[in-house]
C-alpha cells in the first residue's frame, strides 16, 4: 500500500538553526500538509499546500514556517530560525482531494532544538 | 475556534473485551476520521465517515457518524493485545477549512 515518507526520523538542531523537514506525499494525491505534535499532546494543523501554494495555514504557521515542492515528488517544511518550543514531533499527510478523502500520515519526524 | 472533546482519556481492558469511545463538539462537523497511533509512529487511518449516520465497520472496529454531525463514536469488539495505543478522533469542520481537528486522544492498554 502506497505511504508517505518522511525524512529525517530524528532531527536534533541547535536554536537558531535552520531545519528542512522532507516529505514524498503518495504519488497520486494533490492535497499535502504538515502537522505538529508536542510530546503527550494532540495533533495539531500548521499548513495545507494545494496548486503549489499555501491554501490555509494557522496561527502557529508565522513568518518562520515555509513549505515547498522543489519537484515532483517532494514537500518540504523549513523552520528558519528554530526555537526551542518547536521541539516536536512533525507529520507530514497527503490526501487525494480536499473534503472527502481521508488524509494519510508519515510516520513523522522528531525535532529536538536544543 | 472548534474543538473535540474525546472520552474518555485512558481505558484499561482486558483481552477479548469491547471498548467505545467517542469525540463531541459544540461545532458541526463535515467529516469524521478515527485513527490509531502507536508510539513514534504517525496516526493510521481506521475509519473515515462522511454522511450523517453512517456506520462503518472495519474488522472489528465499528464507528458512526452522528446524526447531528457533531459526535462520532468507534467501538472496538474482542479486543487484542495489539489493539493497544492511542486513538484519536479528527474532524473536519463545516465551512471549507482543510484544517482537520484532532481530539486530545484515548490511551488504550489491553492485558493478556
Known amino acids: 500500500e502506497p505511504e508517505v515518507t518522511q525524512t529525517p526520523s530524528h532531527q536534533v538542531t541547535q536554536m537558531g538553526q535552520e531545519v528542512i523537514l522532507r516529505c514524498v506525499p503518495i504519488s497520486n494525491h494533490l492535497y499535502f500538509y504538515w502537522y505538529r505534535q508536542i510530546l503527550g499532546q494532540k495533533v495539531e494543523f500548521l499548513v495545507s499546500f494545494y496548486n503549489n501554494e499555501i491554501s490555509e495555514k494557522s496561527e502557529i504557521f508565522d513568518d518562520q514556517f515555509s513549505v515547498e515542492r522543489p519537484d515532483g515528488s517532494n514537500f518540504t517544511l523549513k523552520i528558519r530560525s528554530t526555537k526551542l518550543e518547536d521541539s516536536a514531533m512533525y507529520f507530514c499527510?497527503?490526501?487525494?482531494?480536499?473534503?472527502?478523502?481521508?488524509?494519510?500520515f508519515g510516520n513523522g519526524t522528531r525535532l529536538t532544538v536544543t | 475556534g472548534q474543538q473535540l472533546n474525546q472520552s474518555p482519556q485512558s481505558m484499561f481492558i482486558q483481552e477479548g473485551e469491547d471498548v467505545s469511545m467517542n469525540c463531541t463538539s459544540s461545532s458541526i462537523f463535515n467529516t469524521w476520521l478515527w485513527y490509531k497511533q502507536d508510539p513514534g509512529e504517525g496516526p493510521v487511518l481506521l475509519i473515515a465517515l462522511y454522511k450523517a449516520g453512517e456506520l462503518t465497520s472495519n474488522g472489528r472496529l465499528t464507528a458512526q457518524f452522528g446524526i447531528t454531525r457533531k459526535d462520532s463514536f468507534l467501538n472496538i469488539s474482542a479486543s487484542i493485545p495489539s489493539d493497544v495505543g492511542i486513538y484519536f478522533c479528527?474532524?473536519?469542520?463545516?465551512?471549507?477549512?482543510?484544517?482537520?481537528?484532532f481530539g486530545k486522544g484515548m490511551k488504550l492498554t489491553v492485558n493478556p
Open positions: 479528527a474532524g473536519l469542520p463545516q465551512g471549507g477549512s482543510e484544517k482537520l481537528v
Open positions: 499527510a497527503s490526501s487525494e482531494v480536499s473534503g472527502n478523502s481521508p488524509l494519510h
